[in-house]
Nanobody
Framework: QVHLVESGGGLVQAGGSLRLSCAAS????????LGWYRQAPGKQRELVAG???????NYADSVKGRFTISRDTVKNTVYLQMNSLKPDDTAVYYC?????????WGQGTQVTVSS
């Protein structure tokens, strides 16, 4: 059983910053990819950022240069540092852990950016 627990969401003004955390139960090395997704009202869930077991990262074009994904393999935690936030970043953010044939999701954390 894998549990992912997100934290760090909240309300912030445009231009501000937030750091999301996703704590996994057990070693994160079990997963090929760890990622952050988001879903805004009326929209499909989309990939925001991902980090592979080898440490490679990828980002959605809309967040490149503003968001940074990282991990702490001792704490089994993945982070999403979000800077220069925009109202369009408002969404529920979900942590995802992927390994072949399995995807695990956290419960989500709300991020609201006011203009």
């Amino acid at each position: 059983q894998v549990h992912l627990v997100e934290s760090g969401g909240g309300l912030v003004q445009a231009g501000g910053s937030l750091r999301l955390s996703c704590a996994a139960s057990g070693s994160i090395f079990r997963f090929n990819v760890l990622g952050w997704y988001r879903q805004a009202p009326g929209k499909q869930r989309e990939l925001v950022a991902g980090i592979s077991s080898g440490g490679s990262t990828n980002y959605a074009d809309s967040v490149k240069g503003r968001f940074t994904i990282s991990r702490d393999t001792v704490k089994n935690t993945v982070y999403l540092q979000m800077n220069s936030l925009k109202p369009d970043d408002t969404a529920v953010y979900y942590c995802n852990a992927h390994r072949p044939m399995y995807d695990y999701w956290g419960q989500g954390t709300q991020v609201t950016v006011s203009s």
